[in-house]
């Protein structure tokens, strides 16, 4: 027998929401002639990229996904236990 053609045929699979730790690393530097004549040594560190809201740990998505969740899906934020 010969081949003669084809069907194909779809599904859909949902990929469960994965949670993973973005590490930023900012280089510092410092001038070898100030820590060699001690004249006021100066550490500068590289700025880190902007947070949506100052000093949190949450990335855009991990806050879309909360906003997602309460306002599109009608979850709860509170602790259910």
């Known amino acids: 027998m010969h ?6 045929s779809e599904q859909i699979k949902i990929i469960p929401a994965k949670i993973s730790v973005i590490k ?10 100030c820590e060699h004549t001690q004249i006021k ?5 590289a700025s880190k990229p902007m947070q949506p809201i100052p000093r949190s740990i949450a990335s855009p998505e991990a806050l879309a996904a909360v906003v997602t969740a309460k ?11």
């Open 41 to 45: 040594n100066k550490v500068v560190t």
């Open 3 to 8: 081949v003669c053609g084809n069907e194909e």
């Open 71 to 81: 306002y599109c899906d009608a979850a709860t934020l509170d602790n259910p236990t």
């Open 24 to 33: 930023h690393k900012q280089l510092k530097y410092a001038c070898r002639e």
